[in-house]
């Protein structure tokens, strides 16, 4: 009877990281459907996860999703009071900056899935 290969823990490691910037990236992409919900919760894991990240490629994509997060919560603020002119004007401020998240998550996922960095 042959007895089982050991598992490289380095390869287990790469492959339980690589899911859960999988699911990270999900979270982020679909954080419309909560509310942005979802999206907190990812950055919270974000920065859990990067603390511990030694992966140059990794820490691009957590640095990345962080600062995508961020950039969009100050667009967001700054984009409320045209909520106040009339509807119209803040429906559209959000409608841009959701679709700029949405492609800012779509396009680091696709690169993260490359194997490529987040940031050119």
């Keep these: 009877m042959n007895e089982a290969e050991p598992i490289d823990v380095v390869d287990v490691k790469r492959s339980q990281d690589r899911t859960i910037m999988h699911v990270l990236y999900a979270l982020h992409t ?13 950055v919270i894991a974000n920065y ?3 603390a511990d990240e030694r992966d ?12 995508t997060f961020w ?17 119209f004007p803040g429906w559209m401020a ?16 696709l690169r993260f899935n490359d194997g490529q960095p987040a940031h050119v």
């Design 71 to 87: 950039w969009t919560v100050l667009w967001l603020v700054l984009a409320a009071p045209l909520w106040l002119l009339l509807v």
């Design 94 to 109: 959000y409608t841009v900056i959701g679709l700029w998240y949405l492609y800012r998550c779509i396009r680091g996922w």
């Design 48 to 50: 859990i996860k990067r």
């Design 56 to 67: 140059a490629l990794y820490v691009s994509h957590h640095d990345y999703m962080i600062s």
């Design 30 to 42: 679909f954080a419309w459907v909560s509310m942005g919900v979802l999206a907190v919760i990812a």
